[in-house]
Each structure stands twice: as C-alpha cells, then as structure tokens.
C-alpha cells in the first residue's frame, strides 16, 4: 500500500479510537440493520438475543465490540506488514467459521466499517480515504477467508 493510503488509515483511526466502543457500536448497529440474521450468531450463557438493541447493551457483546476494535488496530498498526498477522487472522476466520458466520457476511461487514468511518468522521472521509480502508479491509478479510479453506 503506497505511503499517502497508510496515512490517511492512521490519521482516520486515531479520530475512531478515540471513542473505540461507541464508534464500535455503530458499527454493529448497522450490521444488523443490513444483516438482521446474524443476531442469533451472538448467544452468551444460551442466551438469545430479542433484539438488536438487547445485544447491543449487553456486557457480552460490548466485549466483542471492544476486540473487533481491537483486531482492527492490530491491522492499523501493521498494515506495512499484514502477513505479520496472516496466522491470527486465518486464525480469527476459523473461530467466525465455527460459530456459523459465512465468508459472504464480512462484505456486510465491510459496508459497516465503512459507514462507522463515515458518520465519525464526516467531511474528512474523502474517496481517497475510503479506498484506502476498502484495501486494508479486503486484505483483513482475504487473510480471515483462509480460515474458511482447506478443511
């Protein structure tokens, strides 16, 4: 990825992870508006979720909210290096596997990040700015999709 991509994803994220959890919310807020089927993927202790808004306000899932966060600044941090995380990642892809995710709901999830970025920064989320996260974020995904092969 050239050097005026990289920044514009680092000057972006330090504005994000600022409010990581709140901007994390919306983020699932609009997964599951685009996506409401994968709201029964997320049970803790058997417990389904009644609604969007339950999972969002639940101690549980505001623990996963904090590690997407989480696995986004790890790729924030070495995206000069992405193959240094390829092992987590396909890693990562496995677990969603395991659960029931499909590889098809991360384009969900993409459109999500992408709109998470977009209401928190406003006017500063050029074109530029959005193509630079669509290429971190398809080689995130690229890599997590190995954990869906070979098996």
């Given at each position: 990825?050239?050097?005026?991509?990289?920044?514009?994803?680092?000057?972006?994220?330090?504005?994000?992870?600022?409010?990581?959890?709140?901007?994390?919310?919306?983020?699932?807020?609009?997964?599951?508006?685009?996506?409401?089927?994968?709201?029964?993927?997320?049970?803790?202790?058997?417990?389904?979720?009644?609604?969007?808004?339950?999972?969002?306000?639940?101690?549980?899932?505001?623990g996963?909210?904090?590690?997407?966060?989480?696995?986004?600044?790890?790729?924030?941090?070495?995206?000069?290096d992405l193959?240094?995380?390829e092992?987590?990642?396909?890693?990562?892809?496995?677990?969603?596997?395991?659960?029931?995710?499909?590889?098809?709901?991360?384009?969900?999830v993409?459109?999500?990040?992408?709109?998470?970025?977009?209401?928190?920064?406003g006017?500063?989320?050029?074109?530029?700015?959005?193509?630079?996260?669509?290429?971190?974020?398809?080689?995130?995904?690229?890599?997590?999709?190995?954990?869906?092969?070979?098996?």
């Open positions: 990825m050239e050097r005026p991509k990289l920044e514009l994803i680092r000057q972006s994220w330090r504005t994000v992870n600022r409010s990581p959890l709140e901007h994390g919310t919306v983020l699932f807020s609009r997964l599951f508006t685009l996506e409401p089927n994968l709201l029964p993927l997320f049970q803790y202790n058997g417990r389904q979720f009644s609604s969007p808004e339950d999972c969002l306000s639940s101690p549980e899932f505001l996963h909210i904090r590690k997407v966060m989480l696995v986004i600044d790890a790729a924030v941090t070495n995206v000069e193959s240094s995380l092992e987590y990642l396909a890693g990562l892809g496995k677990k969603h596997r395991a659960v029931g995710v499909r590889l098809g709901s991360f384009s969900t993409g459109e999500s990040l992408l709109y998470m970025l977009e209401k928190c920064l006017p500063d989320f050029t074109p530029d700015t959005k193509a630079a996260w669509s290429q971190l974020y398809g080689a995130v995904v690229q890599a997590m999709g190995r954990g869906w092969d070979g098996e």
